[in-house]
Each structure stands twice: as C-alpha cells, then as structure tokens.
C-alpha cells in the first residue's frame, strides 16, 4: 500500500469523467483567464510568508492586467507595503456537469494609493472593519485551465 492510500487520497492521474474517461483539459488564453477574473466575485490570494503560505478569501476587481482589493490594515497590506509575490485564484466547479475551470496570477503586491478612482470602482468591503486602503498584484503570469461539458463529462 502506498503512502497516499494509507492517508486516504486518491491516486494521482489525469482527470477523469464522470464514467472513468480521461477528461479534456482545455489551456485558456490570456483573454479567457482575463474573461472568467471578470466574472468571478471572489478569489484566494495566497501571501508568501516565513512558514507556509497565507491564504486570503478576497472580493477583487480586474484593471487592465491586475486584481485589485481593498483591504484595511494586516497581512495583505503589509505584504503589498513590502513588495512581496503573490499568488491569486479563481475557482469555478460544477459538481453535476463535472466541469470546472480555474485562473492563476501570479506576480507583485503593491500598496495603491487611495484615490476618485480607486473609491469608485465597484469594490466594497465585505468583511467588517476599516477597509480603505487598495492592493494591486499585478498579472506577471496567467494562466487558467478548464474541464468543459461535452461527451464522458455526464
């Protein structure tokens, strides 16, 4: 038995169907990742730290080739402050069609300047507390991939 079946999780392999057929993965271009970022309300920006990785639920907004989030003081801002890399994603499933699709950007963290601009975008806080600073992490690299519906997939 190996190590991974003793923990209880599933062997490693390429995706599979609803009825065991190796599903399709579609690579996205850089217009569609932009597309589903556009659509999505939420993602999970992932903070390189010391330890392991911090990982943050986040409401966002896409400008131009970057994710913007308002944010108040902590980790996030910090992290911006310092300039450091980030990671971000969107994720999307649909368990009955056994479909999904996700989006990856990774880059830099900046600490915005709050601004007319900045305050009118379509960005408000859904967590408590004071919330009036911005973020940018700009989309050095993108990349998303995706199950589609189609034959095997039901």
Same mark, same amino acid.
């Given at each position: 038995?190996?190590? %991974?079946?003793?923990?209880?999780?599933?062997?490693?392999?390429?995706?599979?169907?609803?009825?065991?057929?190796?599903?399709?993965?579609?690579?996205?271009?850089?217009?569609?990742?932009?597309?589903?970022?556009?659509?999505?309300?939420?993602?999970?920006?992932?903070?390189?730290?010391?330890?392991?990785?911090?990982?943050?639920?986040?409401?966002?907004?896409?400008?131009?080739? %970057?994710?913007?989030?308002?944010?108040?003081?902590?980790?996030?801002?910090?992290?911006?402050?310092?300039?450091?890399?980030?990671?971000?994603?969107?994720?999307?499933?649909?368990?009955?069609?056994?479909?999904?699709?996700?989006?990856?950007?990774?880059?830099?963290?900046?600490?915005?300047?709050?601004?007319?601009?900045?305050?009118?975008?379509?960005?408000?806080?859904?967590?408590?507390?004071?919330?009036?600073?911005?973020?940018?992490?700009?989309?050095?690299?993108?990349?998303?991939?995706?199950?589609?519906?189609?034959?095997?997939?039901?």
């Amino acid at each position: 038995m190996t190590t %991974s079946a003793k923990a209880g999780t599933a062997k490693s392999g390429p995706p599979r169907a609803a009825h065991g057929e190796p599903a399709e993965v579609e690579t996205l271009s850089r217009e569609e990742c932009l597309q589903i970022l556009r659509d999505s309300p939420t993602g999970c920006l992932a903070l390189a730290t010391d330890g392991a990785p911090k990982l943050r639920p986040v409401n966002f907004v896409v400008d131009d080739w %970057s994710i913007i989030v308002r944010t108040g003081e902590g980790q996030i801002l910090d992290a911006a402050l310092e300039g450091r890399h980030a990671a971000f994603q969107v994720l999307g499933t649909d368990g009955f069609e056994h479909t999904g699709a996700s989006v990856n950007v990774a880059g830099k963290l900046e600490a915005l300047e709050t601004n007319e601009f900045l305050l009118g975008l379509p960005l408000r806080p859904w967590a408590s507390g004071q919330r009036d600073r911005f973020v940018r992490l700009s989309a050095a690299q993108i990349s998303g991939r995706r199950i589609p519906t189609g034959r095997g997939n039901r």
